[in-house]
């Protein structure tokens, strides 16, 4: 079992940043990529951002890309997911992820939802214009 623990939500204003985090525990040693998805009310949960614990494989949607920066700390086994000049459609409760190790997976489909085993409770980011 893996547990995780998001945190650094909050209410900012359009062009703002923000650093989310999440910790993880428990079977943290079987960490193969950790990843962040979004959901905006009246919408589907999509893809922002991954990366692979080992080498540091990273992958983001298109709509973050150069705005966003996934980052990790082994260490704490924590993963960041930095935010900068943040726009209104960036407003979603954002949701940490982690996949177990169980084989090679491209670096695409580290933005698949089904590929993760875990996911935090989530944290509230509210981008107003």
């Known amino acids: 079992q893996v547990q995780l623990v998001e945190s650094g939500g909050g209410s900012v204003q359009a062009g703002d940043s923000l650093r989310l985090s999440c910790a993880a525990s428990?079977?943290?040693?079987?960490?193969?990529?950790m990843g962040w998805f979004r959901q905006a009310p009246g919408k589907e949960r999509e893809f922002v951002a991954a990366?692979?614990?080992?080498?540091?494989?990273?992958y983001y949607a298109d709509s973050v890309k150069g705005r966003f920066t996934i980052s990790r700390d082994n260490a704490k086994n924590t993963v960041y997911l930095q935010m900068n000049s943040l726009k209104s459609e960036d407003t979603a409760v954002y949701y940490c992820?982690?996949?177990?190790?169980?084989?090679?997976?491209?670096?695409?489909?580290?933005?698949?939802?089904?590929?993760?085993?875990?996911w935090g409770q989530g944290t509230q980011v509210t981008v107003s214009s």
């Open positions: 428990g079977r943290t040693f079987s960490t193969y990529s």
């Open positions: 990366i692979r614990w080992s080498g540091g494989t990273l």
């Open positions: 992820a982690h996949r177990l190790i169980r084989g090679f997976i491209a670096a695409q489909a580290m933005g698949v939802m089904n590929e993760y085993d875990y």
